[in-house]
């Protein structure tokens, strides 16, 4: 496993315990709340660490594409 592989492996597990946290405060609640939560979290968050237009740009749009990604992942897991 290379080095950037292994920073994934380690952002990937505290992402998955972090979202183990998060998970039961969002189940339960309406569509339309999950969504506005996800989306204010992403806002402070692009906000909050990316100061130049042309790099919350650059990350709205890699953001997107890693959502596109993790979605058909989890479908695929659920057609399987």
Known sequence: MSFLEDDAAVIGEQADALLGRIMPLLAGQSDEVQAAVI?????????GHHKSDCMREELIELHARHV????????????G
């Open 68 to 79: 596109r990604e993790l979605v058909e992942m989890y479908m695929g897991d659920a057609d």
């Open 39 to 47: 989306a204010d979290l992403a806002a402070i968050w692009i906000v």
